[in-house]
Structures are given as structure tokens and as C-alpha cells.
């Protein structure tokens, strides 16, 4: 155990000491080649800070102006129709908010593991929730927005049926293996 709690203490320091190092016995231009990488970024930070504000704006709306509870009360019956706990309900909202922002997400999931505690069956479940399913329309404002892709009818397609199959699994595992 020790060894690698050294491992992963030095990777990432002999890395950045490696990387320049190969890349200077190469004859690469080391400096310019991280100048030139730091202004493509910085230049690619700007091009999406747009997409990023608008996409920001747009889910503090959706969660302030209540709407994100009023999906989340509508589709309590399908999931009870389905023979979920009762107690499932509350992790509508994180599925919901899941594949509009991580951020947003976390939130809800924080709210949820603190309200329900972490070893509750919610608690695992909004944890398992977070780390299978992905923030679809996040990806596809910002990252596609950026790089000028107007066609995504398939990727969002593709996105949200991921992360409704990665809801469906998050339950089933998390009723299999802890309830």
C-alpha cells in the first residue's frame, strides 16, 4: 500500500519533469511550443465562455423558477407505475439535473447524501447516479458550440438515451447490490 502512495505522490511531478525534459533532447522548442498551446487555449476559452454563460443562465432559470420540481412532480406516478420505492422520487430532481450540469448536479446530489445520509439507499444511488451518467447538454453547448458543430440532433439523441440507460442501471445495481 505504501508503494503506491508514492507512486501516485511522485507520477504527476516526474511528468511535468519528463515531458519537457524528452521533448528538449528531441530538439523540440519546448517554450514555444507551450506558448503557442497556452494562447490556443486561452483563445478556445474565450470561443466557449459565451456557450458556457448561456448554458449557466439557462439552468439557474430552470432551477429558480421552480420548473426542475415540477418535471421532477410529474413524473413521480411513472415511476411508481414502474414499482419503484416511494423513496425514489427524491432522486428525480439529480436525474433531471444530471444531464444539464455537473455542477448543478452535485448540488442536488449533495442536498440528497446530506438529507438521506450516505450509506442510505438514495445516498448510494445519487452517488452511483454522478459517476454513470454524463452532462449531455453541457457537452453539447459548450464543447460543440465551440468548435462550430450546428448538426447534434443524433448526438443528443444518443446522450440522453445514454443517460436514461445509465438511470435505469444506477438503479438496478444500486437495488441489487445494497437494498
Do not use: C
Not at 439557474?60 to 425514489?88: C, I, K, M, Y
Not at 446530489?109 to 438514495?122: C, R, V
Amino acid at each position: 500500500m505504501k508503494v503506491i502512495t508514492e507512486i501516485s505522490r511522485w507520477a504527476i511531478p516526474l511528468l511535468l519533469l519528463l515531458i519537457p525534459v524528452l521533448a528538449y533532447l528531441r530538439k523540440v522548442p519546448v517554450y514555444e511550443s507551450f506558448v503557442a498551446g497556452a494562447e490556443e487555449g486561452f483563445k478556445t476559452g474565450v470561443r466557449i465562455l459565451p456557450f458556457l454563460i448561456g448554458m449557466l443562465v439557462s439552468i439557474r432559470v430552470f432551477v429558480d423558477s421552480g420548473a426542475l420540481e415540477t418535471v421532477a412532480h410529474w413524473l413521480q406516478p411513472l415511476f411508481a407505475l414502474l414499482g419503484l420505492d416511494p423513496n425514489f422520487a427524491s432522486i428525480i430532481p439529480l436525474a433531471i439535473m444530471r444531464p444539464l450540469s455537473g455542477s448543478g448536479a452535485l448540488g442536488v446530489a449533495t442536498q440528497l447524501i446530506n438529507q438521506h445520509g450516505p450509506d442510505s439507499f438514495i445516498g448510494r444511488l445519487a452517488s452511483t447516479l454522478q459517476g454513470s451518467t454524463d452532462t449531455t447538454f453541457f457537452v453539447l453547448t459548450v464543447y460543440f458550440g465551440s468548435v462550430g458543430i450546428k448538426k447534434y440532433r443524433y448526438a443528443l439523441k444518443l446522450g440522453l438515451l445514454a443517460d436514461f440507460v445509465g438511470l435505469i442501471v444506477s438503479v438496478w445495481i444500486v437495488t441489487k447490490v445494497f437494498y
